[in-house]
């Protein structure tokens, strides 16, 4: 969908800041930009609207050149969300949001319709909020505001750079619980930057670690705290607040003894390990054997971006050993108490050694 090839940037000033990038951004995925102040996040985001030139390289939009498209058409196309709240103030919120479908020419019954239904997507009722100013809101709300904004023209890409690193720690976890099931709902490629690694574990499909303008790691959060490329890796994982926080999919099990496809479960095939969870071909929760005998209903499930602390009293009011992580309706995995108690030991190990 978006890919860098030998990308570089050198400012007139002499500055390195980028060199040699080379990577592909998937469809659909959030890709997070992470690494320390200064090592190149702003500059590589930017270069994908053209707000900055690469001095080398090339980068492209569905295997075009970004230079083949009209810079308009393409900014139109690629939602923009700042770190400050960019909200113009002299302007309602519904003037806010209508800017990019105005500037495409959009009727105005579809720009009307359009702010109601983002309005509601972020759970703000646009009775409320449509004709407030954006001073007459929360910054949180603001921000959330700022999301849909970008996303008012249906752009293919959405680019956010910090976007609720202002933000206090409340309203921060709010939104990034929204951009997850934002993006699982409507699907958009979001490149986030952050330079939090809470905030990229618990949102990114991937994590692209950034440093003196160098990819040091592009990869799933799962592998980058199970298996970190270097002592850089290690050290900015480890500066995690706490492993408590750690996403659920970061640690659940895809092969599990838990787990059984449904063909297999209709040949006969049975594990000794209970609970056992059957899935459908489609990837959904077919059932749940208990004593022999299939439930259907009332499996609880744990969605993929549950922190360790919610999920862990889950193990207790349910009496189970295993549950299954589903995204969006998907299985991705089993959870298991003894996987989170293993994991947090070892985690537990890591800090007191120093590590
Ligand atoms: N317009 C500019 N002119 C010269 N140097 C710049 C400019 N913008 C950024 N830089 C430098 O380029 C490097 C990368 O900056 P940036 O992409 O903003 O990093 P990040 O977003 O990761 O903090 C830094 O050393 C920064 O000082
Ligand atoms: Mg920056």
């Keep these: 969908m ?6 570089s940037k050198t400012y007139e000033d002499g500055t390195q800041a980028i ?24 500059t590589t985001m930017k270069m994908i609207n053209r707000l900055i030139e690469p001095t080398e390289g090339k980068i ?37 949001i209508a800017l990019v479908p105005e500037m495409k020419k959009w009727k105005k019954k579809q720009i009307s319709d359009r702010i109601d239904e983002l309005l509601h997507m972020v759970g703000l009722n646009p009775a409320t909020y449509r ?16 999301v849909i904004r970008a996303l008012a023209a249906d752009p293919e890409v959405i680019l956010m750079d910090e976007p609720f690193s202002a933000l206090d720690p409340l309203s ?25 690694m809470d905030e990229a574990m618990a949102i990114g499909d991937r994590v692209c670690l950034m440093k003196n303008g160098e990819t040091i790691q592009i990869d799933t959060p799962q592998n980058m705290i199970l298996r970190p490329a ?40 049975i594990s000794s390990t209970l609970p056992l969870y059957i899935v459908e071909e489609d990837g959904s929760l077919f059932g749940k054997i208990v004593e022999g005998s299939i439930v259907r209903e009332y499996v609880p499930m744990i969605p993929n971006d549950m ?5 862990l009293p889950l193990f207790e009011q349910y009496q189970v050993e295993a549950l299954p992580v589903v995204k969006g309706s998907k299985v991705i995995g089993i959870l298991s108490y003894r996987t989170i108690v293993h994991y947090l030991a070892k985690e537990h190990e890591k800090e007191i050694s120093g590590i």
């Design 2 to 7: 978006i890919t860098f090839s030998s990308v």
């Design 19 to 42: 060199r040699g990038l080379d990577f592909t951004i998937q469809a659909g995925e959030l890709f997070v930009l992470i690494g320390p102040s200064g090592c190149g996040k702003t």
């Design 60 to 96: 492209l939009l569905h295997d075009r050149e970004i230079h083949m498209f009209n810079v308009q058409e393409l900014r139109w196309n690629i939602g923009y969300v700042l770190q400050q709240i960019a909200l113009f103030p002299h302007m309602t919120i519904a003037e806010n």
């Design 131 to 146: 004709d407030r100013k954006p001073s007459e809101l929360s910054g949180g709300q603001q921000q959330r505001v700022g």
């Design 172 to 196: 921060r976890e709010q939104l990034q619980q929204d951009i997850r099931s934002l993006q699982q709902k409507i699907k958009k490629t979001i490149v986030f930057v952050t330079h939090d």
């Design 230 to 269: 270097n002592d850089f890796v290690r050290e900015f994982i480890g500066n995690r607040k706490s492993s408590w926080l750690t996403t659920v999919d970061v640690i659940s099990e895809t092969r599990s003894p838990h787990l059984l496809s449904i063909h297999e479960w209709e040949k006969g095939h």
């Design 307 to 311: 922190r360790l602390a919610q999920a």
